[in-house]
């Protein structure tokens, strides 16, 4: 059975970092890209970040470009978000999602939360 455990949110003062991780298990995790999502209160998903299956191609939603990295242990099956220099705006449920080989979702963990504010 696949699982995706979500770690590390909280509430914090703007300006602050924040470290998530993603506990995965029940499938080979370095053999498929990995993203996070988030979900703004009233918006809808956004992929604010994604890695490659080895760990040296790395994307990133231009709202979060340059304060927040992505990054992936192999050998722990776990994925990370470093997020620096916190905004209100960074306020959401942050989830570890799974990709195919064909590029969709098709496995989520329960998500985190994170609340941005002073």
């Known amino acids: 059975e696949v699982q995706l455990v979500e770690s590390g949110g909280g509430l914090v003062q703007p300006g602050v970092s924040l470290r998530l991780s993603c506990a995965a298990s029940?499938?080979?995790?370095?053999?498929?890209?990995m993203n996070w999502v988030r979900q703004a209160p009233g918006k809808g998903l956004e992929c604010v970040s994604r890695?490659?299956?080895?760990?040296?191609?790395?994307n990133y939603a231009d709202s979060v470009k340059g304060r927040f990295t992505i990054s992936r242990d192999n050998a722990k099956n776990t994925l990370y978000l470093q997020m620096n220099s916190l905004k209100p705006e960074d306020t959401a449920v942050y989830y570890c999602?799974?990709?195919?080989?064909?590029?969709?979702?098709?496995?989520w963990g329960q998500g985190t939360q994170v609340t941005v504010s002073s």
């Open positions: 999602a799974k990709r195919n080989p064909e590029g969709e979702y098709d496995y």
């Open positions: 029940g499938f080979t995790f370095s053999s498929y890209a």
């Open positions: 890695i490659n299956r080895g760990g040296d191609t790395t």
